[in-house]
Nanobody, 124 residues
Framework: QVELVESGGGLVQAGGSLRLSCAATGRTFSSYGMGWFRQVPGKEREFVAALSWNGLSIFYAPFVKGRFTISRDNAKNTVYLQMNSLEPEDTAVYYC?????????????????WGQGTQVTVSL
């Protein structure tokens, strides 16, 4: 079993940066693929980024456009999402997700564990 807790969300002006963290419990974290998703009210949960168990394979959604960086520190059981050049369209609740697959597909269906979410709001 893996529990995930996100932190680092908040209010930022357009063009600013935030760093989200996801702390995981569980001995098998280092073998799990991890990802970030986001969701706004009335819309489906949207893939943002994912990486393999060893961090060597990384995927991003097209809208990221080089602005976000996903990374992990298995020694600290933590996954990060560095977000730069934020836009108002990035406003959403961001969720950390864990997959028993070492290299999961970029879809919520492939992730079994979810955090509670952290709100990111980008103002003009």
């Amino acid at each position: 079993q893996v529990e995930l807790v996100e932190s680092g969300g908040g209010l930022v002006q357009a063009g600013g940066s935030l760093r989200l963290s996801c702390a995981a419990t569980g001995r098998t974290f280092s073998s799990y693929g991890m990802g970030w998703f986001r969701q706004v009210p009335g819309k489906e949960r949207e893939f943002v980024a994912a990486l393999s168990w060893n961090g060597l394979s990384i995927f991003y959604a097209p809208f990221v456009k080089g602005r976000f960086t996903i990374s992990r520190d298995n020694a600290k059981n933590t996954v990060y999402l560095q977000m730069n050049s934020l836009e108002p369209e990035d406003t959403a609740v961001y969720y950390c997700a864990g997959s028993k697959l070492s290299l999961p597909e970029p879809s919520p269906n492939y992730f079994e564990y979810w955090g509670q979410g952290t709100q990111v709001t980008v103002s003009l």
